[in-house]
T-cell receptor, first 111, second 114 residues
Framework: QKEVEQNSGPLSVPEGAIASLNCTYSDRGSQSFFWYRQYSGKSPELIMSIYSNGDKEDGRFTAQLNKASQYVSLLIRDSQPSDSATYLCAQVPSSASKIIFGSGTRLSIRP | DTAVSQTPKYLVTQMGNDKSIKCEQNLGHDTMYWYKQDSKKFLKIMFSYNNKELIINETVPNRFSPKSPDKAHLNLHINSLELGDSAVYFC?????????????FGDGTRLSIL
């Protein structure tokens, strides 16, 4: 089982709708979770971090963490074409000071 | 004023050659990393250094040798390049090793082995 799993997509969402990206992880002891956005040919860019159960909102982005079910999700409200990118879920495992990345979900916002 | 800069941006070379990639950060961070991203976009850590000291070496072949002359620089030297080394290599930095520290990435070096 991979440490961090994401659906590779592509996930196609109409402009203005809510895009929902999901991620599951295997290490129950993980405390830190991140969402990075990566445009094609560019470097990953941190957009959200979340450390406790529940929701964390930042503008149009909401991260949700459920440690009991071992999943973390990212909601993007009012999706814009500029949101089209690959979204990487990442976690810091309990055993080491490093970040484990998922393979990413490609999101496409259609006009 | 680029925060994390890598050179070169593109590297095309023959199998068997030796090449280096340089990385510098001007953020005053203590920790630097090298990641490899393959064609399937899977981003995997290779090395991390904290204040010039090697912290993580993730079962990378010993053809890869990182060097950190100071905490603002982390270079990667690769000997005897193989076809499977073709990938995008990202340098990153964070304030320190703390779990909650976000990582800042360079623009990547696209390595192609002929």
């Amino acid at each position: 089982q991979k440490e961090v799993e994401q659906n590779s997509g592509p996930l196609s969402v109409p402009e203005g709708a809510i895009a929902s990206l999901n991620c599951t992880y295997s290490d129950r002891g993980s405390q830190s979770f991140f969402w990075y956005r990566q445009y094609s040919g560019k470097s990953p860019e941190l957009i959200m971090s979340i450390y406790s159960n529940g929701d964390k909102e930042d503008g149009r982005f909401t991260a949700q963490l459920n440690k009991a079910s071992q999943y973390v999700s990212l909601l993007i409200r009012d999706s814009q074409p500029s949101d089209s990118a690959t979204y990487l879920c990442a976690q810091v495992p309990s055993s080491a000071s490093k970040i484990i990345f998922g393979s990413g979900t490609r999101l496409s916002i259609r006009p | 004023d680029t925060a994390v800069s890598q050179t070169p941006k593109y590297l095309v070379t023959q199998m068997g050659n030796d090449k280096s990639i340089k990385c510098e950060q001007n953020l005053g961070h203590d920790t630097m990393y090298w990641y490899k991203q393959d064609s399937k976009k899977f981003l995997k850590i290779m090395f991390s250094y904290n204040n010039k000291e090697l912290i993580i070496n993730e079962t990378v072949p010993n053809r890869f040798s990182p060097k950190s002359p100071d905490k603002a620089h982390l270079n990667l030297h690769i000997n005897s390049l193989e076809l499977g080394d073709s990938a995008v290599y990202f340098c990153a930095s964070s304030q320190d090793l703390g779990e909650s520290e976000p990582q800042h990435f360079g623009d990547g070096t696209r390595l192609s082995i002929l």
